[in-house]
Nanobody, 115 residues
Framework: QVQLVESGGGLVQAGGSLSLSCAASGSRINAMGWYRQAPGKQRELVARITSGGSTSYADSVKGRFTISRDNSKNTVYLQMNSLKPEDTAVYYC???????????WGKGTLVTVSS
């Protein structure tokens, strides 16, 4: 069983920055990532990072968001710069258990970008 605790998020003006973090506990973790879900839309992948540090991003956030992780702390971070109103969404942390391959989800944290 994996537990994920997210922190960060909040309200920011367009062009501003926010940072999210997510700490995993309970099991060894493989890949970690951030997803988001805007009102009326499906959940989408924002960024993903493997245990080896390989990253991938949605086209909409490339060059603005940076995902990183600290394996010693089982923690993943998302630095969000140059935020746009369309980045407004609930952001969910995701982690894949190394032992079972099952995905786990955090409860989500709201990011609101005002224009």
């Amino acid at each position: 069983q994996v537990q994920l605790v997210e922190s960060g998020g909040g309200l920011v003006q367009a062009g501003g920055s926010l940072s999210l973090s997510c700490a995993a506990s309970g099991s060894r973790i493989n890949a970690m990532g951030w997803y988001r879900q805007a009102p009326g839309k499906q959940r989408e992948l924002v960024a993903r990072i493997t245990s080896g540090g390989s990253t991938s991003y949605a086209d909409s956030v490339k060059g603005r968001f940076t995902i990183s992780r600290d394996n010693s702390k089982n923690t993943v971070y998302l630095q969000m710069n140059s935020l746009k109103p369309e980045d407004t969404a609930v952001y969910y942390c995701s982690a894949i258990s190394f032992h079972t391959g099952m995905p786990y989800w955090g409860k989500g944290t709201l990011v609101t970008v005002s224009s």
